[in-house]
């Protein structure tokens, strides 16, 4: 394209915003009358401690802790990691079918891919701090998962 013709297709959009309206607030009443498509797409890309970055973690730990008849005990994961891509999650504001007001739809991913996604070792022990003994094993996941549907949520 030539720099004229760049030029004054730039002039162009200029003079039509100078004509554009000014914004107006709207009070709900009218702001429920609005259309037009609506929504929000959310895609995730975690990453959990990457051994393949410099000084990878070799003890990170979450630890969960509960306790019944005045004994508390520890949940311990140690080194969690892995991938996780999710795409796409949805956000997105529908009325009612009853006419009770709107819901809001969170749909589901359509993918949800994992690689090398676990931990190294899961246990039950008395000391958050204490070596862990993996008495609950390891989890290692790769795959991928499709999903379809949503999740609706209203106030009641």
């Not at 022990?125 to 499709?146: E, H, R, Y």
Request: charged share 10%; net charge negative.
């Amino acid at each position: 394209m030539n720099k004229t013709l760049l030029a004054a297709l730039a002039a162009l959009g200029c003079a039509g915003m100078a004509f554009a309206q000014a914004p107006v607030p709207l009070d709900d009443a009218a702001l429920a009358q609005v259309s037009g498509a609506d929504g929000v797409g959310i895609a995730i890309h975690l990453s959990l401690n990457d051994p393949t970055l410099p000084n990878p973690s070799t003890d990170s730990r979450i630890s969960m802790g509960f306790t019944v008849d005045g004994q508390t005990n520890y949940v311990v994961i140690k080194n969690l990691h892995g991938v996780v891509d999710m795409a796409t999650v949805s956000l997105s504001v529908h009325p009612r079918p009853d006419g009770g007001g709107d819901y809001l739809a969170i749909g589901l991913p359509g993918t949800l891919k994992y690689t090398n996604f676990g931990y190294e070792s899961l246990s039950v022990q008395s000391d958050p701090l204490a070596p862990v003994s993996g008495n609950l094993g390891s989890a290692s996941v790769n795959g991928t998962l499709s999903m379809q549907g949503e999740l609706r949520m209203w106030a009641r």
